[in-house]
């Protein structure tokens, strides 16, 4: 079975400081990996998404995420933190058991200080 | 239009309660899923429905009995449930083309049930 670990339950940093939120993966066979972000009373939105086209791989607002066979990992990052980047953020990979099924890590709270 | 609408958008029941949940999308996307997600915890999933038929059960307890009238439409019909039960559920919705791994989920934002 297919598995990602988020290193870190909560992350801080400055507005304006550069936002790295960390994720590795176990898999046997390629990953197709995600970043999700979720709102305070929110549902999930896609911010990237992994899928052997590209290692660095550009998403929406500003974050990007780079596939490091490697290191199994895939980072997700932003240059500068914006405040209303604060929310829980989610790495997940995806399996087929006859339906797409996302495999989340634990999540990671990211906190924007002024 | 990438949305995902549910109602309601919150919700409290008894345990002798009957109710469903609803989720709708007019994406013409064929998987649907029914997640469940504890405060500060990760979405787990519990159904999918591929094509209106039922693809992946995960050993959810019978109480919670799900429905897929048809291509846009999901339903979440519960019964007898348990406090335990409170949580955000949350319904999402893929294209499941060929290839599905690659697929985007987009998500609803939740109902927010609270079981007395």
């Known amino acids: 079975a297919q598995s990602v670990t988020q290193l870190g339950s909560h992350v801080s940093v400055s507005e304006g400081a550069l936002v790295l939120l960390r994720c590795n993966y176990s898999?046997?066979?390629?990953?197709?990996l995600f970043w999700y972000v979720q709102y305070p009373n929110q549902g999930l939105q896609l911010l990237l998404k992994?899928?052997?086209?590209?290692?660095l791989v550009k998403g929406i607002n500003g974050f990007e995420a780079e596939f490091k066979k490697s290191e199994t990992s895939f980072h997700l990052t932003k240059p500068s933190a914006h405040m209303s980047d604060a929310a829980e953020y989610f790495c997940?990979?995806?399996?087929?058991?006859?339906?797409?099924?996302?495999?989340f890590g634990q999540g990671t709270r990211l906190t924007i200080n002024p | 239009d990438t949305e995902v609408t549910q109602t309601p958008k919150h919700l409290v029941m008894g345990m002798t309660n009957k109710k469903s949940l609803k989720c709708e999308q007019h994406?013409?996307?064929?998987?649907m899923y029914w997640y469940k997600q504890k405060a500060k915890k990760p979405p787990e999933l519990m159904f999918v429905?591929?094509?209106?038929?039922?693809?992946i059960n995960e050993s959810v307890p019978s109480r919670f009995s799900p429905e897929c009238p048809n291509s846009s439409l999901l339903n979440l019909h519960l019964h007898a449930l348990q406090p335990e039960d409170s949580a955000l559920y949350l319904c999402a919705s893929s294209q499941s083309l060929q290839g599905a791994s690659t697929d985007t989920q987009y998500f609803g934002p939740g109902t927010r049930l609270t079981v007395l």
């Open positions: 898999s046997s066979v390629p990953p197709y």
């Open positions: 997940a990979v995806s399996e087929i058991q006859g339906a797409q099924k996302l495999v």
């Open positions: 994406m013409g996307h064929r998987a």
């Open positions: 992994y899928t052997s086209a590209a290692t």
């Open positions: 429905y591929s094509y209106e038929k039922l693809s």
